[in-house]
């Protein structure tokens, strides 16, 4: 059974770069039937896709943060990262990470989530 | 602000059965059939309840249901529990290089 877990710093300074990480078990990164995605929802808020990355390194990101995203592949841990850059309060979310099935265009399994606040 | 029209909230008593909408576009719902749907308790990882319009993975109970007609994607559950009550949201294809969400829905269990 695939699991992902997301990890990194609960506290982020406005003005700095967020950074998450999700770690992978029960299954290779390297898939080549899968996307890797981040999601994120604000308090009292819906979900947001923030942006996706292929085992290729191919990326998708939302266009509304694009200019402040990366993500990025580490396949010697089975892991992705998510870097946004430039946070503000609004940025204070719990981030979610996920596996995309391609082929049936669906997240079929989910982190627990992790919140992230911004604030000084 | 999405693009993907859910109501914001619906209700039903035990036993009964409730429809969430899902409206989209030509572009999108009307097009392709990728509709997946999400069940979101809080606090919790969201969970994938249907997906390709009216499948169901596995565990998920019969009692949920997906459909399709024209640019609207609907999901049923049929003799609601308790244990229902959540956050919906749509998912459907809406190109290869973007995902997007439906605004959520709030199911209430009275």
């Known amino acids: 059974q695939v699991q992902l877990q997301e990890s990194g710093p609960g506290l982020v300074k406005p003005s700095q770069t967020l950074s998450l990480t999700c770690t992978v078990s029960?299954?290779?990164?390297?898939?080549?039937?899968?996307?890797w995605s981040w999601i994120r929802q604000p308090a009292g808020k819906g979900l947001e896709w923030i942006g996706r990355i292929y085992t290729s390194g191919s990326t998708n990101y939302n266009p509304s943060l694009k200019s402040r995203v990366t993500v990025s592949l580490d396949t010697s841990k089975n892991q992705f990262s998510l870097n946004l850059s430039s946070v503000t309060a609004a940025d204070t979310a719990v981030y979610y990470c996920a596996r995309e099935d391609f082929s049936a265009w669906c997240l079929d399994h989910w982190g627990q989530g992790t919140l992230v606040t911004v604030s000084s | 602000q999405s693009a993907l029209t859910q109501p914001a909230s619906v209700s039903g008593s035990p036993g009964q059965s409730i429809t969430i909408s899902c409206t989209g576009t030509?572009?999108?719902?009307?097009?392709?059939?990728?509709v997946s749907w999400y069940q979101h308790h809080p606090g919790k990882a969201p969970k994938l309840m249907i997906y390709?319009?009216?499948k169901r993975p596995s565990g998920v109970s019969n009692r949920f249901s997906g459909s399709k007609s024209g640019n609207t994607a609907s999901l049923t559950i049929f003799g609601l529990q308790a244990e229902d009550e959540a956050d919906y949201y749509c998912?459907?294809?809406?190109?290869?290089?973007?995902?997007?969400f439906g605004g959520g829905t709030k199911l209430t269990v009275l």
């Open positions: 029960g299954g290779s990164i390297s898939s080549a039937s899968y996307y």
């Open positions: 030509s572009s999108d719902v009307g097009t392709y059939n990728l």
């Open positions: 998912c459907p294809y809406a190109g290869r290089s973007t995902v997007e």
């Open positions: 390709e319009v009216s």
